[in-house]
Nanobody
Framework: QLQLVESGGGSVQPGGSLRLACGGF????????IGWFRQAPGKEREGVSC????????DYTDSVKGRFAISRDTAKNTVYLQMNSLKPEDTATYYC????????????????WGQGTQVTVSS
């Protein structure tokens, strides 16, 4: 059974930082593009960033450029999302998802999903 597990969420003040991790269990993430997505209450799921098997990065939203960075640690079978200068509008449940080889153009193209980790940014 393939499993993705997100961790690293929490509550921070505006301007703070968090580092989310997406760990793969039962399969090797190096064979998959891994995307980060987020969903706030009452809103549709939004793509944040994706890293493919050649470590090419796709940013899905301009709102996180210069603040968020995705990276892969093959030895740890983990993909990270470093989140800096957090804003209240970043508050959401963050999910990682896997698709074979290449980053998808929408959440529907990803076949494997974690259960999410909550990020709350408030003063």
């Amino acid at each position: 059974q393939l499993q993705l597990v997100e961790s690293g969420g929490g509550s921070v003040q505006p301007g703070g930082s968090l580092r989310l991790a997406c760990g793969g269990f039962g399969f090797t993430l190096d064979y998959y593009a891994i995307g980060w997505f987020r969903q706030a209450p009452g809103k549709e799921r939004e793509g944040v960033s994706c890293i493919d098997t050649s470590d090419t990065i796709t940013d899905y939203t301009d709102s996180v450029k210069g603040r968020f960075a995705i990276s892969r640690d093959t030895a740890k079978n983990t993909v990270y999302l470093q989140m800096n200068s957090l804003k209240p509008e970043d508050t959401a449940t963050y999910y990682c998802a896997a698709e074979l080889v290449y980053c998808g153009s929408s959440p529907r193209e990803y076949d494997y999903w974690g259960q999410g980790t909550q990020v709350t940014v408030s003063s």
